[in-house]
């Protein structure tokens, strides 16, 4: 079965910046719908910004909006959530998943979860 590999995590500030990067050697991402979530301690994971094969449909979850950005850049094989002016309850560990469905207000139904990678936001 596919696993997608997350990196990029780390400490940070509040109001600092890090870029997630979601990759594979097992498939090539172009043209799937890809999805990065979070889960905090304590907590259900939860959808933070999908991105649809074609491109043309993306979510992004209330609180991230206008600070989150999700790209790809397919001659890496690449999709990016870039995270600016974090907040400490953007803690969370971020997955990356794929397939599943994306609407203008959700996403959901991923799979090939990755093993994520860590953001801790804190002064």
């Known amino acids: 079965q596919v696993q997608l590999v997350e990196s990029g995590g780390g400490l940070v500030q509040p109001g600092g910046s890090l870029r997630l990067s979601c990759t594979s050697s097992?498939?090539?991402?172009?043209?799937?719908?890809i999805g990065w979530f979070r889960q905090a301690p304590g907590k259900e994971r939860e959808g933070v910004s999908c991105?649809?094969?074609?491109?043309?449909?993306?979510y992004y979850r209330d609180s991230v909006k206008g600070r989150f950005t999700i790209s790809r850049d397919n001659a890496k094989n690449t999709i990016y959530l870039q995270m600016n002016n974090l907040k400490p309850e953007d803690t969370a560990v971020y997955y990356c998943?794929?397939?599943?469905?994306?609407?203008?207000?959700?996403?959901?139904?991923?799979?090939?979860w990755g093993t994520g990678t860590p953001v801790t936001v804190s002064s």
């Open positions: 998943g794929m397939h599943g469905v994306i609407q203008s207000d959700s996403c959901y139904g991923m799979g090939s």
């Open positions: 097992e498939v090539t991402l172009d043209y799937y719908a």
């Open positions: 991105i649809s094969g074609n491109n043309e449909k993306i």
